[in-house]
């Protein structure tokens, strides 16, 4: 590319549209030529340095790369010196060189070459562009996408994402509701609850007699606990009816109800005895009845009216 660049050895470098200038001192003669004529960040500079010393004297061409300011060096080429009839040397060096954007000069900084420090070249910067005028565009607008099936299903899939989050917080929220409700209810509002979410199981008629004792009982346990502070879920049935025994709230009548009720369920839960659907709800019933009745004991003791 730089060959076409230059002409024959020790003629002059022309390019329509550069511009040379003249450092020539000390019988030495220097010149610059750059093109274009005016730096344009969108196009490539050229500068080509042209020395012709005198008969007798022979030069060294100095290594400019760091001697350009606002640009970055892409390549450089050295013509072979050539002299001439007159016992003169001519020496060719050329640059392209990029410009960078936003520079604040273009030059090319002193040198030395011989006996003398040059001085700088300057380069024209890019032309200053004409001021934006008018207002600023409120309502752009803007190119709406082609209708397509990616598309389509894009925002479909979206659109579920974003249902499926909406429906996990809300059922979240309803669960957490839902227990802060239950928390706040009487001890026997929330046994009735829990035996009423229990039946709605309907385990019996699937034959799943084990399951629906423990859990018929540990509502019974869970009620003593919160009613009466007795902790029955973590206890045996002996253990549990040992510590009500204890326990002034449990008449004769409510202890020998409860262990009837509790090791009924145990010949069920751990002895195998095959549950018939009959069982299921006579032991509901006990359940309820007991539930009922020492609610009504509580309600109506000295201590609950005081």
């Not at 640059?95 to 700088?120: H, M, N």
């Not at 879920?233 to 009548?253: G, I, Q």
């Amino acid at each position: 590319m730089w060959a076409t660049l230059a002409v024959a050895a020790g003629a002059v470098f022309s390019v329509i549209g550069a511009v040379t200038t003249d450092l020539s001192k000390d019988g030495i003669s220097l010149t610059v030529t750059a093109s274009p004529d005016r730096v344009d960040v969108a196009r490539d500079f050229e500068v080509v340095v042209k020395a012709v010393a005198p008969a007798g004297r022979t030069l060294s061409m100095p290594d400019l790369r760091d001697r350009f300011r606002g640009f970055s060096v892409a390549e450089d080429f050295a013509e072979e010196p050539v002299t001439d009839a007159d016992g003169s040397t001519t020496y060719v060096s050329s640059w392209r060189l990029v410009p960078r954007p936003c520079e604040k000069v273009y030059k090319l900084a002193p040198f030395v070459i011989g006996d003398f420090y040059t001085a700088p070249v300057y380069f024209d910067g890019p032309e200053e562009r004409e001021p934006v005028t008018g207002g600023i565009e409120v309502d752009p607008k803007k190119d709406l996408p082609p209708l397509s099936w990616k598309l389509v299903r894009t925002c479909t899939l979206v659109l579920l994402a974003l249902a499926a989050a909406v429906a996990g917080i809300w059922w979240t929220v309803k669960k957490i509701m839902q227990k802060v409700k239950e928390h706040r209810m009487s001890p026997i509002e929330r046994a009735m609850l829990e035996l009423d979410r229990l039946l709605k199981k309907g385990l019996p008629g699937r034959g799943r007699y084990k399951d629906f004792y423990v859990e018929l009982t540990m509502v019974v346990r869970r009620y003593i606990q919160r009613r009466h502070a007795v902790r029955a879920p973590n206890l045996t049935t002996d253990e549990f009816l040992r510590a009500a025994s204890e326990n002034p709230a449990f008449t004769r009548e409510a202890l020998a109800e409860l262990k009837h009720f509790l090791e009924s369920a145990d010949m069920v839960k751990f002895a195998g005895v095959e549950a018939t659907p009959e069982m299921a709800d006579a032991a509901t019933d006990k359940a309820k009845d007991y539930l009922n009745t020492d609610s009504r004991q509580v309600t109506n003791s000295p201590r609950s009216e005081t």
